[in-house]
């Protein structure tokens, strides 16, 4: 038994809030991403360029990022299943604007309103699965949550492509905010009423990264991986149709696929970053620039294109699990405020990089965006590379146990 106040929460009860707060990731992840594998068709439809339609992952991304401080303090006083249920309501009022929009203008500004919702839930969201279950098992919580992403880049990106693809992208989205309304729904009969606790003052937040050190070079590095991962990926749909005259599903495979070598890949690292969390990041940092030079070296043929985002996929899987812990880890005793900063560092990094990467798809050719990538994946190898001791692991089980 979990207690919460003077009500006794049952195991049972406790891991489908669990669940449902997974669930709730894969919703604002998959939506976030939605675009990705949506781009020819929206930018045709919509009449704008590939680049503009990126747009749609950038401006989430910018107030995914910026917005989270100032929202998680100023509701520092909200009961957190009040605040996730108001997230997930928001996210399928968007959704469904999204799909019934008469206008490219109204459906950016409704993605700007998503992002903010999206970036609250990063912040809140494992912290509160953490407190549904007892301590022992606070960190297999934790990796439950996280687990998220890989079902959201195996199954919920792909699935969308192929229901557009039989659809139209607007019944896509609509379909998406019919799941927001159940997981809203599973999120207010499922979770308890968890007051809030442990609030960090947003400039106690800032303040962080100028004292600690390892933290500081730790968001550096995420900034650049993040910037070349999404910066290319946000465009591989074009990038595989430009090289190989890829099918719309062609390109829903090789999404799925890329999607499982990402959970192999978090599965590996699983294992590897408790003997070197540095290491870890290291080789799967290597692994992110090797794949986008093979990308850009065999990418024309469907089996080189497959190989490519294979080796990709794994690399950011492992890429991906490295650096929560290694964030984690270097602020061990501020949690809430180092993943408020690391959403913070991520969800600007994913606007920016699709920011990016459509100015050079639009102005130098989809291919461009590739050798984008993978400069800035280089970069943050190499800041990797040339830190000095790693930061003292305090909390390495807390990804360490998504294996399990």
């Not at 009860?13 to 709730?24: E, F, K, N, Q």
């Not at 990308?295 to 089996?303: K, Q």
């Not at 690399?315 to 929560?324: D, N, R, W, Y």
Request: glycine share 10%; hydrophobic share 55%; charged share 10%.
């Amino acid at each position: 038994m979990t207690v919460h106040g003077d009500r006794p929460l049952s195991s049972t009860r406790a891991w489908l809030g669990v669940a449902a707060i997974t669930a709730s990731l894969f919703v604002f992840l998959t939506t976030e991403l939605m675009p990705v594998g949506l781009l020819t068709p929206l930018s045709e439809s919509l009449g704008v360029s590939v680049g503009a339609a990126g747009l749609m992952v950038t401006l989430q991304g910018v107030s995914a990022g910026l917005g989270v401080p100032f929202i998680v303090a100023w509701s520092r006083r909200v009961n957190r299943r009040v605040l996730l249920s108001a997230l997930l309501a928001v996210l399928a009022l968007g959704n469904l604007v999204t799909a019934l929009s008469p206008s490219y203008a109204l459906i950016l500004t409704t993605r700007l309103l998503m992002g903010f919702a999206s970036g609250v839930f990063w912040a809140i969201g494992v912290g509160m699965a953490m407190r549904l279950v007892p301590e022992r098992q606070a960190n297999k919580a934790s990796a439950t949550v996280m687990s998220g992403i890989s079902i959201a880049t195996v199954a919920g990106i792909p699935l969308g492509t192929f229901l557009e693809s039989r659809t139209d992208w607007r019944t896509t989205f609509l379909i998406w905010a019919g799941l927001s309304v159940l997981v809203f729904v599973a999120v207010t009969a499922l979770i308890p009423s968890l007051p809030s606790r442990n609030a960090v003052p947003v400039r106690e937040v800032f303040g962080l990264p100028v004292r600690n050190v390892p933290l500081r070079l730790v968001l550096v590095t995420v900034v650049l991986f993040v910037l070349g991962h999404f910066g290319a990926y946000t465009f591989v749909r074009p990038i595989l149709e430009g090289h190989t005259g890829a099918t719309p599903a062609f390109v829903t495979v090789v999404l799925m696929v890329f999607g499982a070598a990402g959970a192999v890949g978090n599965f590996i690292a699983g294992h590897t970053v408790s003997r070197s969390l540095r290491g870890t990041f290291a080789v799967g940092c290597a692994g992110l620039v090797l794949s986008l030079l093979a990308l850009l070296a065999v990418g024309g043929g469907e089996a080189g294109a497959v190989a490519a985002l294979v080796v990709w996929g794994l690399s950011f899987g492992a890429v991906q699990l490295a650096q929560v812990n290694l964030t984690l880890a270097a602020a061990p005793d501020t949690f809430e405020a180092a993943m408020s900063l690391n959403t913070m560092a991520y969800n600007t990094s994913i606007a920016l990089g699709a920011l990016f990467g459509g100015l050079f798809a639009d102005h130098l050719g989809v291919t461009s965006v590739v050798w984008f990538g993978v400069a800035l994946t280089t970069g943050s190898l190499l800041v990797n590379l040339a830190t000095g001791r790693r930061p003292a692991r305090g909390r390495d089980a807390v990804a360490a146990t998504s294996s399990s």
